[in-house]
Every structure is written in C-alpha cells, then in structure tokens.
C-alpha cells in the first residue's frame, strides 16, 4: 500500500514530515535549497533509505503542492482585505480626474481625463469580473478627441482635417 501523502511506498510516511522539512532549508553544504536529488543522497546516508530522486519527488509533490496553495491563499486573503479601501480611493481618484479634465477648455485634455477614467474603470471591472474577462472600453484618444472637438466646436488643438470617429464601448 503506497504511504501518504505521496504514491511512493519507499520512503515511510514517517520521514516526510522530517523530508519536506530539510527540502525547504538550505543545504550547508553548497548553500542553496536542498535538491531532490541531495535528499535522496540524505534519505541513504541517514536512514540507509535508496531511493531515487523521483521517489523524493512523488512523496513531497503533494507537500509542496498543499504548501504553494496555502501560500497563495494568505496572499489572496491579504489582498482581499485591502480593495474595499483601495477601490474607494481610486473611485476618489476618478472623480477628481474626471471634474479637472472636463472642466478643461482644451479638448485633448479633456480626452486625456476620460482616457485615464476609461482605464480606471478597465481595471476596475477586471478585478471584479477576473483577469481573464475580456473588458474594453474602446475608442483610441485621437479617434475620440475628433468626436469630441467636433461635438463641442473646439477645434483649437485639433488638426485641419482629422477624421471624426464615434468611441465605440464593447
């Protein structure tokens, strides 16, 4: 019957606990992490174990496995606790944007505000919705400046003859 938490029955399932242990340490023999293959070695010269550096490998798979997610987990958990604060610090940051660039009688920055708004918001809706939703709020800045110079008859930054382009939202 194979021992837990790995599928190798060579190595008791009373070493792992002592295995994983040394695999996170550094080795002082060449002062670096110790390798699968130097915790074979080990397993022989401490215990009179052979085993080969894939039987190490399958027992602290599992190990090192759990103790990435954990890892991962107290990260997540740590973020998590700070995006309520930061999500109304960039809602802060938005409106500020927002009010200094659209009161602006130059219609590139105007453009550049609700750019900048455009992409905070992009940001905002991934952190939401997850990395790998597809959010585009499209519309490039030269595209929207020409909308927006022609909407308000600001032509005074605009050059003779851009093309007027509506923004399009996806």
Not at 15 to 29: F, V
Not at 31 to 40: M, S, Y
Request: proline share 4%; charged share 30%.
């Amino acid at each position: 019957m194979a021992s837990t938490p790995g599928a190798d029955s060579s190595i008791p399932s009373a070493l792992h606990g002592a295995l994983y242990d040394l695999s996170s340490s550094i080795n002082p023999a060449t002062a670096r992490k110790w390798t699968d293959t130097e915790l074979a070695a080990w397993l022989f010269e401490a215990h009179g174990l052979s085993v080969s550096r894939e039987s190490v490998s399958r027992c602290l798979g599992p190990l090192r496995k759990a103790a990435r997610e954990a890892l991962l987990e107290r990260v997540r958990a740590s973020a998590a606790e700070k995006i309520p604060e930061q999500f109304a610090k960039l809602d802060e940051l938005m409106e500020v944007a927002a009010k200094d660039g659209l009161s602006s009688k130059a219609s590139r920055t105007r453009v550049r505000a609700i750019d900048a708004y455009r992409k905070a918001l992009e940001t905002k809706v991934r952190s939401i919705a997850g990395d790998d939703a597809k959010v585009t709020i499209s519309g490039g800045a030269d595209s929207l400046a020409s909308f927006l110079g022609s909407a308000f008859g600001d032509d005074d930054e605009e050059e003779a003859g851009a093309a007027t382009a509506a923004p399009v939202a996806r």
